[in-house]
Structures are given as C-alpha cells and as structure tokens.
T-cell receptor, first 112, second 112 residues
Framework: SQKIEQNSEALNIQEGKTATLTCNYT??????LQWYRQDPGRGPVFLLL?????KEKRKERLKVTFDTTLKQSLFHITASQPADSATYLC???????????FGSGTQLTVLP | DVKVTQSSRYLVKRTGEKVFLECVQD?????MFWYRQDPGLGLRLIYF???????EKGDIPEGYSVSREKKERFSLILESASTNQTSMYLC???????????FGNGTRLTVT
C-alpha cells in the first residue's frame, strides 16, 4: 500500500540555522509533491509545489528538492526564525489521482 | 484570497446523535474534501467530491456520509455519532488537477 513518512520526531533547531525536513514515500509514483504548513488550531496552508521533472524549487527562504529515484523530497528553511515554528506536511500526488494524501507531518521548533 | 468557512469551530454532541458539519467555499472550486486529524495519525481523508452531487470515498468513510447539492457547499454527516469520532475535522477545496488545497480552520468535535 502507499505510504508517506516524514521525520518521525519533532525537530528542534537554533534560530539562524537551516532546518531540513524529510518526506519519503513508497508504492507511489507522484508527478507532483506539495508542502504545507500548519499552525496549532488552524488548517494547513499551501507553501510550495514541485513537479517530478523539477529537481529543486525555491521561494524566499524555502527550498524543496524532489528525487524520484530515492523517492524522497527534502524541505529546507534557511536562516530559520522562531516564527517558522509549525508543523510541516508533505503530500505526494500522482498525475491521475483526485485524492490528496498527507504525511503525518514534522513539528518544527525554532529556538531563539 | 480563497475562503473556506466551516460552520462551527467547536461542537459537543452526544453518542447516537446525527451530526452535520458544514463547509462553504467562495471560489467556485470543483473539488471539495473532508479530512479528520488526530494526534499521531495525521490527516486522513474521509470523503471528497469532484463535482456537484458527485462523491468518492476516501481512506476512512465508515460511519460518515456526505452531501454536495451546490458547488460551494459540502456537508459531512455523522449518521450516529460515536466517541471514536471525536476529532478535528478539516474541510478543503481546490480547482481541478494539481492545484493546492485551501483549508478551513477546522471543527473540533467532541462526542460524549
């Protein structure tokens, strides 16, 4: 069955460092992969989409990579700030699928 | 900006009651989704609708039904609420294809 795994434990990093979050998937051949941010008590908010033919995508301090051979996406936040503290969710999506399935998320805490 | 509005932020119901959770989006999106979110289990898809009066089961449809009579409104129905349906319920919408999901802020349902 299809499986999505994100960093299993919460991730704590020091302000100013780069945070790297991992999304691994099995039994999938996604054409796209989306990343979302979720703050406590709120719904997830879309951050970035990367296509299978794009190795890397950037948006301000965010960078996402997509390695279809390793079946993995990495999500980087450079120069991290306490305001980046949140849960980050990945969602691989195959081209024909209507449904969007999420990983369980990684809770990131940036310490001042 | 897209707005997805869920009718209640908090809801307390008794076991056996019929419960309606309402969701309205204002951007003429074709697809609408209902997820539940539980600690350690992440977001799990209950049902989604790809058009008016059209629906498909997600990963955990048991004990739930849905209704989509108008494009902007998607209702989740718990036919006979049970304590294991205590959860955060999140509604989302999007255009067709790989467009990002827009989430509401959730309804925290407690069944006693």
């Amino acid at each position: 069955s299809q499986k999505i795994e994100q960093n299993s434990e919460a991730l704590n990093i020091q302000e100013g460092k780069t945070a790297t979050l991992t999304c691994n998937y099995t039994n999938y051949s996604p054409a796209y992969l989306q990343w979302y941010r979720q703050d406590p008590g709120r719904g997830p908010v879309f951050l970035l989409l990367i296509r299978e033919n794009e190795k890397e995508k950037r948006k301000e301090r965010l960078k996402v990579t997509f390695d279809t051979t390793l079946k993995q996406s990495l999500f980087h936040i450079t120069a991290s700030q306490p305001a980046d503290s949140a849960t980050y969710l990945c969602a691989p999506l195959s081209g024909s699928a209507r449904q969007l399935t999420f990983g369980s998320g990684t809770q990131l805490t940036v310490l001042p | 900006d897209v707005k997805v509005t869920q009718s209640s932020r908090y809801l307390v119901k008794r076991t056996g009651e019929k419960v309606f959770l309402e969701c309205v989006q204002d951007m003429d999106h074709e697809n609408m989704f209902w997820y539940r979110q539980d600690p350690g289990l992440g977001l799990r898809l209950i049902y989604f609708s790809y058009d008016v009066k059209m629906k498909e089961k997600g990963d955990i449809p048991e004990g739930y039904s849905v209704s989509r009579e108008k494009k902007e409104r998607f209702s989740l129905i718990l036919e006979s609420a049970s304590t294991n349906q205590t959860s955060m319920y999140l509604c989302a919408s999007r255009r067709q294809g790989n467009s990002p999901l827009h989430f509401g802020n959730g309804t925290r349902l407690t069944v006693t």
